[in-house]
């Protein structure tokens, strides 16, 4: 294994809570300086892998390697370089922020001044000395965020840290991510629902659906995240598909008289209307939309079914 | 390790600031002491007889009511509290993947458990002092500071104690194996019950975990024949083993 360029890596990871399979075989690999989003359904295993990286859950010795070392054998090596955020902020109401912090910067060994300086970095030096439980959910997320910086790590591993977070508290995040990532060369693995987010920030990604990865590899490399549907609307669609599919290009019939077909780009497009035109088609309008990462999310999935 | 375990119990303290657990540990001591102060201060000429000291009826008022049920509420309740804190914040997941070791994470828990006891006894003592000094001003001549009585009344807090360490290791297993507090609460009650019924004849009530410190109250009073020696070493032994026990069930915990 290149532990120089990999940082998290496992190795046909399989996890079973009694009879029920939970993760099936999952090989995950993620580069050292990337932002990894983890994309999944709810159930798919997002966060029973996470608590596996975290040696929250056993999964055995020889398959779960941070910065290239068994995470079960050097437990306390290993987590001593990683910040974490788990589902949902642990924090204790009775305590006010800068206190929590406090017993994280203890545990940690760091210096108290830690405290303060990632309280201005979330955003919260005003609210620290106000108790826990009058703070709002996004208050408290950023905190959390807070305890997983606090002793600098150089490697973050986040579940669902924007859950609960209005949409501004989802930008600030995001851009405290991406400015970790690139101004502080912190790696980050980051699970979400949110598809749009991961696309804004990640620089790869993974999905799992039903405990078992689907893809894994950089945005650019996504199949078919180049790909455009081309949406033709036409007089007579029926005998439009005929004409294209002795082109070879396979289009669907859609309930309007429209069709719609995948090519790959722009000099595609002006060939299929060419073609159409010269067979005495009339082509009323012609358009295309982008393969985003829902759409390739989506269709991963359900050919998984 | 030293290392890890120093701050560990150094950010365990921390986390018990303001909390019903330090609460309990300050009140229940003055609750008890002072309850017998009043009673003292209300009614010395009808309990004391002219001439003696009623210091020892008033410690002992207190060490009788501690014995027979309260200090084993009073355990009950912190080993609850102590977890509850823990409990409530979602934060084991949090404990267990900071990069301590998990004896340092246990035993900073067992430690900051004792700490809380031993400030509750501590407590004791000193709010019985000065409250034996206020009733004594009232009652000049029939209560006043005697140091043997007070010797005495320290001894028998201190044989009380050791003698509910096993009952003290069970509660603290339960409530940290369930969240819910009404598990170790019912099995606190019901070794409670169970324990005074027991006491009244039972022949191997020396056993019983949860009876062990009102027999040993008892056998300082001259008023049961059960070896205390016996009862304080099976009550610590049993509270290593406990303590053993837990250890295992912590490292194999599964946090979700």
Redesign the interface.
């Known amino acids: 294994m290149d532990s120089k360029n990999t940082i998290i890596e496992t190795r046909n990871l399989s996890f079973a809570i009694g009879k029920t399979q939970i993760l099936k075989d999952v090989s995950l690999s993620v580069p050292r300086g990337s932002v990894y989003g983890f994309l999944g359904p709810n159930g798919a295993g997002k966060t029973t892998l996470i608590r596996i990286m975290l040696n929250l859950f056993s999964a055995g010795s020889e398959s779960v390697f941070l910065f290239g070392k068994d995470v079960t054998r050097n437990r306390v090596e290993v987590l001593s370089r990683v910040g974490r955020f788990v589902e949902q902020p642990s924090l204790y109401d009775h305590l006010t922020g800068a206190q929590n912090l406090r017993v994280t910067q203890t545990y940690y060994g760091v210096s108290p001044s830690r405290v303060g300086e990632v309280l201005s970095l979330v955003g919260m030096t005003e609210y620290a000395n106000r108790k826990v439980k009058a703070y709002s959910l996004g208050m408290r997320q950023r905190v959390a965020i807070a305890q997983a910086l606090i002793h600098d790590p150089e490697l973050l591993i986040l579940d669902e840290p924007t859950n609960g977070l209005d949409p501004s508290g989802i930008r600030e995040i995001r851009e405290l991510m991406v400015s970790l990532n690139r101004d502080h060369g912190k790696t980050i693995f980051v699970s979400s629902h949110n598809l749009s987010e991961i696309e804004k920030m990640c620089t790869h990604v993974g999905v799992i659906h039903h405990g078992q990865i689907l893809y894994q590899g950089s945005m650019e490399r996504i199949p078919s995240a180049n790909e455009n549907t081309l949406e033709i609307k036409v007089k007579d669609p029926v005998n439009v598909i005929k004409l294209l599919k002795e082109q070879g290009l396979e289009a669907t019939h859609n309930h309007n008289s429209t069709i719609t077909l995948t090519v790959s780009g722009e000099k595609q497009i002006a060939a299929i209307n060419r073609y159409l035109v010269e067979k005495g088609t009339d082509v009323f309008s012609l358009t295309t939309h982008q393969n985003n990462l829902e759409d390739i999310f989506i269709a991963l999935t359900n050919d998984n079914q | 390790m030293i290392?890890?375990l120093y701050?560990?119990v150094?950010?365990e303290t921390?986390?018990y600031?303001?909390?019903y657990a330090m609460a309990l540990a300050v009140l229940a001591p003055l609750f008890i002491s002072l309850l017998m102060a009043v009673i003292y201060f209300i009614k010395a000429e009808k309990l004391v007889k002219t001439g003696t000291n009623g210091l020892a009826g008033m410690l002992d008022g207190g060490v009788n009511a501690s014995a027979a049920m309260l200090f084993t509420f009073y355990l009950v309740m912190l080993t609850i509290l102590i977890h509850q804190?823990e409990f409530?914040?979602?934060?084991l997941?949090?404990v267990?993947?900071?990069?301590?070791?998990y004896f340092s994470t246990y035993i900073s828990k067992w430690i900051v458990s004792f700490l809380l006891i031993g400030l509750s006894v501590a407590l004791y003592f000193i709010f019985s002092l000065l409250l034996t000094w206020v009733v004594g001003l009232r009652h000049p001549s029939l209560v006043w500071f005697d140091m043997d009585v007070f010797i005495h009344f320290m001894k028998q807090v201190c044989i009380v104690m050791i003698a509910s360490f096993l009952l003290l290791g069970i509660q603290f297993l339960v409530a940290l194996r369930w969240s819910n507090p009404i598990v170790p609460l019912g099995l606190g009650v019901v070794g409670f019950i169970s324990a005074i019924i027991l006491v009244q004849g039972w022949k191997h009530v020396d056993t019983h975990p949860y009876a062990l410190g009102l027999l040993s109250y008892m056998r300082t009073m001259g008023r049961t024949s059960f070896t205390l020696g016996h009862m304080m070493t099976y009550s610590t032994i049993g509270l290593v083993v406990m303590m053993t026990g837990g250890y295992f069930m912590w490292t194999k915990r599964?946090?979700v």
């Not at chain 2, 267990?96 to 070791?101: A, H, I, N």
């Open positions: 290392n890890q701050r560990s150094k950010a921390l986390k600031r303001g909390t804190v409530r914040a979602h934060a997941k949090d267990f993947s900071y990069p301590v070791s599964r946090i």
